[in-house]
Antibody, heavy 122, light 113 residues
Framework: EVQLVESGGGLVQPGGSLRLSCAAS????????MHWVRQAPGKGLVWVSR????????TYADSVKGRFTISRDNAKNTLYLQMNSLRAEDTAVYYC???????????????WGQGTMVTVSS | DIVMTQSPDSLAVSLGERATINCKSS????????????LAWYQQKPGQPPKLLIY???TRESGVPDRFSGSGSGTDFTLTISSLQAEDVAVYYC?????????FGQGTKLEIK
């Protein structure tokens, strides 16, 4: 079964750090670009970051640039999001999602994890 | 960044009736070299992650019922549910993947009338 499972969320104080993980299974992880998308409570979806297949290219939303770092370990089939200098407005459910692959016709985000909640509060 | 604007924000439709959701992008998401519209539609039910319904503006994802269809090109797109079922109650989002800002629309909440 194709699956993404996030972990690492929790309660953190403003200015603190957290590292999210996303474990992939059921597909060739190293063939796919991967993304993080977040959703604040009761709000819409906001794209956060992406990484290419070998980790050499990363892109960030302006709201997290310089504070968040996306990375991946293809040997462990795992995607990461290191979040530093956290702010109250970073409070959200964070989803990892599968993106583009040269071997896939889709292009959009076709597989999503269940999400992990990050709460930034004192 | 490309701004995606959906209309309406909410919609109530009777069971078995047609539901139509619109999505407008602030600039074209049609890539001329391959003639593809980089536009997707997602369905999100309460407490669940989004689910991909439609990509390339009109290609239905595997396993999605054929009552769901997507249309449009350039800057104007439509998601149509031909005959609303109870399980279709959800929030629907459009998304552009033409630029690496991957912006989503604000969402349209679909309910049963």
């Amino acid at each position: 079964e194709v699956q993404l499972v996030e972990s690492g969320g929790g309660l953190v104080q403003p200015g603190g750090s957290l590292r999210l993980s996303c474990a992939a299974s059921g597909f060739t992880f190293s063939n796919y670009w991967m993304h993080w998308v977040r959703q604040a409570p009761g709000k819409g979806l906001v794209w956060v970051s992406r990484i290419n297949t070998d980790g050499s290219t990363t892109t960030y939303a302006d709201s997290v640039k310089g504070r968040f770092t996306i990375s991946r370990d293809n040997a462990k089939n795992t995607l990461y999001l290191q979040m530093n200098s956290l702010r109250a407005e970073d409070t959200a459910v964070y989803y990892c999602a599968r993106g583009y692959s040269s071997s896939s016709p889709v292009g959009a985000f076709d597989i999503w994890g269940q999400g992990t909640m990050v709460t930034v509060s004192s | 960044d490309i701004v995606m604007t959906q209309s309406p924000d909410s919609l109530a439709v009777s069971l078995g009736e047609r539901a139509t959701i619109n999505c407008k992008s602030s600039q074209s998401v049609l890539y001329s070299s391959n003639n593809k519209n980089y536009l997707a539609w997602y369905q999100q039910k309460p407490g669940q992650p989004p689910k991909l319904l439609i990509y390339w503006a009109s290609t239905r994802e595997s396993g999605v019922p054929d009552r769901f269809s997507g249309s449009g090109s350039g800057t104007d797109f439509t998601l149509t549910i031909s005959s609303l079922q109870a399980e279709d109650v959800a929030v629907y989002y459009c998304q552009q993947y033409y630029t690496p800002s991957y912006t989503f629309g604000q969402g349209t909440k679909l309910e049963i009338k």
